[in-house]
Each structure stands twice: as C-alpha cells, then as structure tokens.
C-alpha cells in the first residue's frame, strides 16, 4: 500500500500503514532526544567520555541503515538514519575540536 505524508508517497508493508506511522513517531521522538543532547553538548563542550571509536562505528551503521532503507524504499528508514548520521557527524565535529 502506498500512503501519503506531508506530501511524499510513502510505501507500507502493512495495510493499514501502523509501520510508517511509527516510524514518523520514532523519528519526531529521536529527533527531540537529538536536538536535546546536542544541544547540551554543545553547551558544555564536555565530550570527554565520548569514544572517537565508537563514533565512528555509529557513523558507519547510520550510513548502512540508510542505504538499506533506500533499498527498502522505506522513506522513514532513510529520513531517520539520514538525521542520525548527521547528528553522529556532528558528535565527531565536537569532539575533534575539543582536542
């Protein structure tokens, strides 16, 4: 079934699209927690207890579950892990700087 949110045709595998519409809810969630952490690192500049390692495994992940939600045509998959690759990436840029 194909549905439509905020304009884009988004695939579903059940009928009546319950796995899209929590994944918009999980990416809305994710999105606040994102925002939230970000910007109290940022505040702080305190990434001391971050894994430069760990990081970049993460990074790498968000990447290759991005690349299957591509592969899925799940647009919920691929928004999510675009934002949490950025988010990621960003971590990378504090923690280099703070070096």
């Known amino acids: 079934m194909i549905i439509n949110i905020f304009g884009?045709?988004?695939h579903c595998f059940d009928k009546n699209c319950i796995d899209e519409?929590?994944?918009v809810i999980a990416i809305l969630l994710g999105l606040i927690a994102t925002f939230m952490q970000f910007n109290k690192t940022i505040s702080t500049m305190n990434?001391?207890?971050f894994s430069i390692y760990s990081l970049?495994?993460?990074a790498i992940s968000e990447m290759l579950f991005m690349?299957?939600?591509f592969m899925k045509k799940s647009h919920t998959i691929m928004?999510?892990?675009i934002i949490s690759f950025i988010g990621v990436m960003g971590y990378i840029l504090i923690w280099?700087?703070?070096?």
């Open 8 to 10: 884009y045709k988004v």
């Open 21 to 23: 519409i929590i994944g």
């Open 47 to 49: 990434v001391e207890s």
């Open 56 to 58: 970049v495994l993460v």
């Open 67 to 69: 690349i299957q939600g």
């Open 79 to 81: 928004l999510t892990r």
């Open 96 to 99: 280099y700087k703070s070096k």
